[in-house]
């Protein structure tokens, strides 16, 4: 069964970080790639960070720098760590294939507010 669980979000103050983990099921995992999006309220949802099976990586403007995308071939699991989190970064985040996407996971709340 094809199945996304994101997890790690939470209420983080400006400046901060947090670490999400994206744990995939029903999929070769290791010969895709895979990307983290958000959606944030009254917003459409976009890709901020993407790798391939390589291990290339490409991040979004908004977030080079500051937010860095890995994985976990072994564990069949993406992760993204994000630092010096700003209010503009509250929104769901959600991984998946890059090329022809799954079924959406139910996605993890990230808040960055004082």
């Known amino acids: 069964q094809v199945h996304l669980v994101e997890s790690g979000g939470g209420l983080v103050q400006p400046g901060g970080s947090l670490r999400l983990s994206c744990a995939a099921s029903g999929i070769i995992f290791a010969s895709n790639a895979m990307g983290w999006y958000r959606q944030a309220p009254g917003k459409e949802r976009e890709l901020v960070a993407a790798i391939t099976y390589g291990y290339l990586t490409n991040y979004a403007d908004s977030v080079k720098g500051r937010f860095t995308i890995s994985r976990d071939n072994a564990k069949n699991t993406v992760f993204l760590q994000m630092n010096s989190l700003q209010p503009e970064d509250t929104a769901v985040y959600y991984c998946?294939?890059?090329?022809?996407?799954?079924?959406w996971g139910q996605g993890t709340q990230v808040t960055v507010s004082s």
């Open positions: 998946n294939k890059i090329y022809n996407p799954i079924s």
